[in-house]
């Protein structure tokens, strides 16, 4: 038997209405609509959890290809920002050593020096390797901070600039059309799903 507020159009069949003997009126959601609620939550939760781990690989790709220029532009800027005096270093001299890739290998760090305020400082990159003594004499860009010339830093060229940037361009839009792909595909599936369902229900 229907209630005086069912008959009204008060109630649903996705909730409850319920009466107590002070004729106040309590709504509760029928136990279908809590269980469609349940199960599209546990499927939201699904869907991003394989949008997460299938992302996972275009995300890796990307860093892997891209690593290297994210590295290079992030810390350009930040010593550029932290860099006030731009110099000319010049390459004076090597100093031999065994590559890291190859015991047999051997590989020329180059030193070089530089002036300011009239005081000469030499510095020897970590990360530059040479084949050879063929660059002795060659000169390069020096950025260092007027507080402390001891920590001088060489910034990349300005192709090396570009293809940094283009490489960095080129792995956003590759993993945005790779992440967009994977979406498409788990809302097609869950749609499928829940077509599958609904036939056999």
Do not use: W
């Not at 860099?83 to 010049?90: E, H, I, K, Q, Y």
């Not at 192709?159 to 940037?165: E, L, T, V």
């Amino acid at each position: 038997m229907k209630s005086k507020y069912e008959s009204d159009g008060i109630g649903s069949e996705n909730y409850d209405i319920i009466e107590d003997q002070s004729d106040k009126i309590y709504v509760k959601e029928a136990p279908a609509m809590q269980k469609i609620k349940a199960e599209t939550r546990f499927t939201l939760l699904l869907m991003i959890a394989q949008i997460v781990s299938i992302s996972f690989v275009p995300i890796l790709a990307v860093l892997l290809i891209c690593g290297e220029s994210f590295k290079t532009m992030h810390e350009y800027y930040v010593m550029k920002k932290k860099c006030d005096v731009a110099l000319r270093g010049t390459i004076v001299e090597f100093t031999e050593s065994v590559s890291d890739f190859d015991e047999h290998e051997t590989v020329y760090r180059p030193v070089l020096m530089y002036e300011y305020h009239g005081q000469e400082y030499r510095y020897q990159p970590d990360d530059m390797n040479m084949e050879d003594e063929s660059a002795l004499g060659r000169k390069y860009t020096i950025m260092i901070n007027s507080d402390d010339p001891y920590s001088p830093y060489i910034p990349p060229s300005k192709s090396d600039i570009r293809y940094s940037k283009s490489f960095i361009k080129a792995g956003v839009i590759i993993y945005l059309i790779i992440g967009t792909g994977v979406v498409l595909l788990i809302i097609r599936s869950v749609r499928r799903k829940k077509c599958l369902k609904q036939d056999n229900a």
